[in-house]
């Protein structure tokens, strides 16, 4: 899919002279296209997907919901208001504080909706439901601040609609640390993760300090939100879509869950990128409307199953 995104845009491309411009990247119209504006989009979708697809299924296994999702769970919605409310008020901020100022949005987020789900007494309808709450609490906070913003609100409307129009290698460089750093984190943690499926008293009673691993893993997946968020903009449906379609494949166990995760989420949003920006072209198209497309019928699947509860994950 990576390959593919580097054919199709506003100039079609045979792979002939694709491959013609990965060798030549200083020759001609071609290597600018792909070196210069469709390469380093394509990898930052495949980076957002990883990351959105990682921090869902961080998300579901900790809490045991299979609703748990960054925009389901006010995750995505409490980092786009951190980020907005500092760029129209603090416009002094440089962008490089945004990650960390979206994970503090993120983490506060996600505790007012596990505060509101009543903790880990609350049911996986009634955690989905308080983080929706949540969301549509933050983004009304949204709209009140980008109403008071001015000339500035143009831009962080084109930001708030999601996609990688315009992105290259800085943004690139941008998300990485961030990105790798919650993945890395995932990856270590696999083993205490495939715990946390079993329940909280088996976890416990295999050694496991929850009081001090769940907090670590759910910093792991507001951190790979906040390295997305401010590049990407909110991207919803990857995080809850792809940690579902990685279980019908039934991993052997959590390590290769994981795996899984990042290749099958960053191959969905590459896919709806490539189809963002050649379905209309010249003009694109949000990508959203696409994940929208990915993740909506999953979503619907979900809510209509008659038992909520999480299927049987891989083994630890």
């Not at 980092?79 to 100022?101: E, K, L, N, R, W």
């Amino acid at each position: 899919m990576f390959v593919l995104g580097l054919l199709y845009g506003a100039k079609p491309m045979t792979l002939a002279k694709a491959v013609g411009a990965l060798l030549s990247p200083n020759q001609g119209t071609d290597g600018f296209i792909v070196w210069t504006l469709r390469m380093p989009r394509s990898l930052a979708a495949f980076l957002a997907g990883a990351a959105l697809a990682t921090a869902g299924f961080l998300l579901q296994s900790v809490t045991r919901n299979p609703l748990a999702a960054p925009d389901l769970t006010g995750v995505s919605a409490g980092a786009v208001t951190a980020i907005v409310t500092t760029f129209i008020f603090f416009p002094d901020v440089s962008s490089a504080y945004y990650p960390p100022i979206g994970m503090a949005g993120g983490v506060g987020a996600a505790a007012l909706t596990l505060f509101a789900s009543n903790g880990r007494r609350g049911s996986p309808l009634h955690f989905a439901l308080s983080g929706v709450t949540v969301a549509l609490f933050l983004s009304a906070i949204t709209t009140c601040v980008l109403l008071r913003g001015g000339p500035q609100s143009p831009s962080v409307l084109f930001w708030l609609s999601g996609g990688f129009q315009g992105r290259s290698w800085p943004q690139v460089v941008y998300m990485l640390p961030w990105i790798v750093i919650g993945l890395l984190g995932a990856l270590v943690s696999h083993r205490v993760i495939g715990l946390f499926g079993l329940g909280d008293e088996a976890a416990a009673g295999m050694g496991v300090n929850t009081a001090v691993w769940k907090p670590i893993v759910l910093i792991c997946a507001i951190i790979l939100v906040a390295g997305v968020t401010p590049v990407a903009g909110p991207i919803a449906f990857i995080g809850l879509a792809a940690p579902h379609l990685v279980r019908l494949l039934r991993p052997a166990d959590t390590l290769w869950a994981i795996l899984l995760n990042i290749a099958l989420g960053g191959a969905l949003l590459v896919t709806a990128d490539a189809l963002a920006r050649s379905v209309a072209a010249p003009r694109e198209i949000p990508v959203g409307i696409f994940t929208a497309l990915i993740g909506g019928p999953v979503f619907i699947y979900l809510i209509q199953r008659r038992r909520l509860g999480m299927t049987t994950g891989p083994r630890p």
